[in-house]
């Protein structure tokens, strides 16, 4: 049996950060508020003129160098992200252009922040059925550009980054499964207010995201804690199993939680919110590759990635990195 296993991650940052300090002039809200609600303490910004895909091929790069491969050996992009440099050509193929790997396939998808699981999820398939070789996965965002900086209640939120890893086949267990799921029953609690075939066209409003926290975080606690044991049952394993959870970087409170159904002390939790915010489709791919690279996540571990997102849309994947 074939199965995918992560050979190389990398993520990257834009230079500017804007601390909670800063937010308190521009909202009506202060750092300790802040902190005391979501765990953020400061979150990178992209720069005028840098987009999406500019995140991502420096992640991407970095992903591939540390998978000791060369761009053009990339057979297959897969790119979540909701905020997108056009309507198209897609990410993944503006990516692909600037890597060098002509004639791969390459798409992007939009699940909101469970964007990136599900770009892995296919992958996976992809790699384990024998269609792609050298797969790269992606998951990048620029939330800064549709985010209302006048509302305080997702300002203080969202923010910008990028992350990535290669696959590639391995008679060893990688990826042992993954999970997706979505409900849009949900889909007012959650969203971005205008599109291209809806409203945009015809109002142009501003185009930022609106949520209505209090109900995400009760719906995403309850939804995660059974994708948490979907995955443990599908592969016959406990919570006792587990040595890392990586998390969606949304709510330290919501990562809490998370981490006591598991029964996991937050020293085998990989929380990057303090200095990420909430990245939607990047934070997962963003707090690996940190993880990886200072030390913590080492081979062999047992990982539990989950992430949920507007839509509502979810996914979690058990890992033997």
């Not at 993520?11 to 804007?18: D, G, Q």
């Not at 075939?197 to 804690?225: C, D, N, R």
Request: proline share 3%; glycine share 10%; hydrophobic share 40%.
């Amino acid at each position: 049996m074939i199965h995918s296993r992560i050979t190389g991650t990398g993520s990257h940052l834009p230079a500017r950060i804007l601390t909670n300090f800063e937010l308190e002039k521009m909202v009506d809200t202060t750092d300790e508020w802040i902190r005391t609600r979501t765990g953020i303490e400061r979150r990178h910004i992209a720069a005028a003129g840098e987009t999406t895909v500019d995140l991502a091929e420096h992640a991407a790069r970095r992903a591939i160098e540390a998978a000791g491969l060369q761009p053009q050996d990339i057979d297959f992009i897969a790119f979540g992200t909701t905020t997108p440099d056009l309507v198209f050509p897609n990410c993944g193929t503006l990516l692909q252009q600037r890597l060098g790997c002509r004639g791969a396939p390459a798409f992007s998808l939009e699940t909101a922040c469970a964007g990136f699981m599900y770009a892995l999820s296919i992958t996976d398939k992809y790699v384990r059925c024998g269609d792609a070789k050298r797969a790269l996965v992606v998951g990048a965002e620029t939330l800064s550009r549709i985010t209302d900086w006048g509302d305080r209640s997702t300002a203080i939120l969202f923010a910008d980054g990028a992350g990535a890893l290669v696959l590639e086949p391995s008679e060893q267990p990688g990826i042992l499964s993954t999970h997706l799921h979505s409900d849009g029953y949900y889909k007012d609690l959650l969203y971005c207010g205008s599109g291209v075939s809806k409203g945009f066209a015809e109002t142009k409003p501003l185009m930022s995201v609106s949520m209505v926290g209090s109900e995400v975080f009760k719906v995403a606690v309850t939804t995660l804690g059974k994708a948490v044991d979907e995955a443990l049952g599908a592969n016959k394993l406990g919570r006792e199993h587990i040595d890392w959870l990586v998390p969606h970087q949304a709510n330290i409170r919501i990562i809490q939680a998370m981490a006591k159904k598991l029964e996991l002390p937050l020293e085998r939790v990989v929380i990057t919110v303090q200095d990420h915010g909430n990245t939607s489709a990047a934070s997962v791919p963003l707090a690996l590759d940190v993880a990886i690279r200072d030390g913590r996540i080492k081979r062999g571990d047992l990982l539990l990635l989950e992430a949920f997102g507007g839509g509502f849309t979810w996914g979690s994947a058990l890992i033997r990195y």
